[in-house]
């Protein structure tokens, strides 16, 4: 009895193990999304330095010159609101909320009230710099732009005037948008500090204009890049740097539609898709998904609190031939935070020359 019994648990334990090791085999199709591709037709490392156009070349002064000024609310029509009031690092350089407080506002990110609300979401500023760049580009090839959510500027430059001149962000009410420029120029002259920085970083005197007040913003934002992210470092090679969860969110990504519009160094072809909108009938220009768990609320109305809502938005997507399930969204969640890093610039400076409040009513 006892010998049958033995037997019988032998083949027991043998039919056992058969059966765990058929189950940990990968079905059908599930084995190639675990598998790393060659992914260079697709993605390609952020760069490693920022962008500088011929006609703004960098140089150490412009760019403190340019780092004030951002904090400088003089730029504002009533001097209580900066470019840090919508762009603050401690909010991923926007701000946290789903529309702007701009010109009235008094606070800084979600706790800010007021009531000049913008009408659309505020991007990150980060990794302007590349804002355009296609895939594998050179630093000799590129072109920048266009900038703002429908694309309007085509210049990083161009782009820093648009919220200067506009009553909601910055202006006010008590200036015109043709007088603005003429009144900044005439506040930066009076001030000692400023009128030596803008001799410094252009070489010349008399050297305070709007057109060199947006190259020096321009060539500070070109400071604020977050590159060699662990998504970056795999795609040099490290590739053990990958859990499988993120390998198969990244085949997932892929594989469901979603490079159509997200691609590159940037994750954005920076294209309108004219009716192919994901909320409402707006036609927006496709975001950077670099640094996400910095930026949100998400969608270009800030419409979802947390990523893995802006990503279920995209479910089964036949209209603009996105394809993913609701168990494809932690995967691809998970793809997407290897575009993280903590290693970007967060300076904040203690004064600024103006002698304002840094930042403005952000306090």
Same mark, same amino acid.
């Given at each position: 009895?006892?010998?049958?019994?033995?037997?019988?648990?032998?083949?027991?334990?043998?039919?056992?193990?058969?059966?765990?090791?058929?189950?940990?085999?990968?079905?059908?199709?599930?084995?190639?999304?675990?598998?790393?591709?060659?992914?260079?037709?697709?993605?390609?490392?952020?760069?490693?330095?920022?962008?500088?156009?011929?006609?703004n070349p960098y140089n150490d002064t412009k760019e403190q010159l340019g780092e004030f000024l951002f904090w400088d609310p003089i730029l504002s029509g009533d001097q209580n609101t900066s470019c840090a009031s919508c762009h603050h690092p401690d909010?991923?350089?926007?701000?946290?909320?789903?529309?702007?407080?701009?010109?009235d506002g008094i606070g800084l990110g979600p706790?800010?009230?007021?009531?000049?609300?913008?009408?659309?979401?505020?991007?990150?500023?980060?990794?302007?710099?590349?804002?355009?760049?296609?895939?594998?580009?050179?630093?000799?090839?590129?072109?920048?732009?266009?900038?703002?959510?429908? %694309?309007? #500027?085509?210049?990083?430059?161009?782009?820093?005037?648009?919220?200067?001149? +506009?009553? !909601?962000?910055? &202006?006010?009410?008590?200036i015109s948008a043709?007088?603005?420029?003429?009144?900044?120029?005439?506040?930066?002259?009076?001030?000692?500090?400023?009128?030596? %920085?803008? #001799?410094?970083?252009?070489?010349?005197?008399?050297?305070?204009?709007?057109? +060199?007040? !947006?190259?020096? &913003?321009?060539?500070?934002?070109?400071?604020?890049?977050?590159?060699?992210t662990r998504f970056d470092r795999f795609l040099s090679g490290e590739q053990t740097l990958f859990s499988q969860q993120e390998i198969i969110?990244?085949?997932?990504?892929?594989d469901g539609g979603c490079t159509r519009c997200h691609m590159g160094p940037m994750l954005s072809d920076n294209l309108l898709h004219v009716g192919e909108a994901i909320i409402g009938e707006d036609v927006v220009r496709t975001p950077t998904l670099r640094n996400i768990s910095y930026t949100a609320p998400y969608m270009h109305d800030g419409s979802r609190a947390r990523l893995i809502d802006a990503i279920a938005d995209y479910e089964n997507r036949g209209d603009i031939e996105v394809n993913i399930g609701d168990d494809d969204f932690r995967e691809i969640e998970a793809f997407l935070k290897t575009l993280n890093t903590d290693d970007f610039y967060r300076g904040i400076p203690d004064t600024v020359p103006s002698g304002l409040t840094v930042g403005g009513d952000i306090h």
């Amino acid at each position: 009895m006892r010998m049958l019994y033995m037997k019988l648990l032998k083949i027991s334990l043998v039919t056992l193990s058969c059966a765990f090791l058929m189950s940990c085999e990968n079905p059908e199709g599930i084995e190639n999304d675990i598998q790393i591709r060659d992914y260079s037709n697709i993605f390609s490392p952020l760069p490693s330095k920022s962008v500088y156009p011929n006609n703004n070349p960098y140089n150490d002064t412009k760019e403190q010159l340019g780092e004030f000024l951002f904090w400088d609310p003089i730029l504002s029509g009533d001097q209580n609101t900066s470019c840090a009031s919508c762009h603050h690092p401690d909010l991923g350089w926007a701000d946290g909320r789903s529309f702007s407080i701009g010109s009235d506002g008094i606070g800084l990110g979600p706790a800010r009230y007021g009531f000049e609300i913008t009408a659309i979401h505020s991007p990150t500023i980060m990794n302007v710099a590349f804002t355009g760049t296609a895939n594998n580009e050179t630093s000799s090839d590129f072109v920048s732009g266009g900038y703002f959510w429908d %694309l309007r #500027e085509n210049t990083l430059e161009d782009q820093a005037l648009g919220p200067i001149k +506009n009553p !909601v962000e910055m &202006l006010g009410y008590n200036i015109s948008a043709q007088e603005i420029m003429a009144k900044i120029v005439a506040r930066l002259q009076g001030i000692p500090k400023y009128v030596e %920085l803008f #001799e410094q970083a252009f070489a010349v005197s008399n050297a305070i204009n709007s057109a +060199n007040i !947006v190259k020096a &913003l321009a060539t500070f934002e070109r400071k604020i890049t977050s590159p060699n992210t662990r998504f970056d470092r795999f795609l040099s090679g490290e590739q053990t740097l990958f859990s499988q969860q993120e390998i198969i969110g990244l085949n997932t990504f892929i594989d469901g539609g979603c490079t159509r519009c997200h691609m590159g160094p940037m994750l954005s072809d920076n294209l309108l898709h004219v009716g192919e909108a994901i909320i409402g009938e707006d036609v927006v220009r496709t975001p950077t998904l670099r640094n996400i768990s910095y930026t949100a609320p998400y969608m270009h109305d800030g419409s979802r609190a947390r990523l893995i809502d802006a990503i279920a938005d995209y479910e089964n997507r036949g209209d603009i031939e996105v394809n993913i399930g609701d168990d494809d969204f932690r995967e691809i969640e998970a793809f997407l935070k290897t575009l993280n890093t903590d290693d970007f610039y967060r300076g904040i400076p203690d004064t600024v020359p103006s002698g304002l409040t840094v930042g403005g009513d952000i306090h």
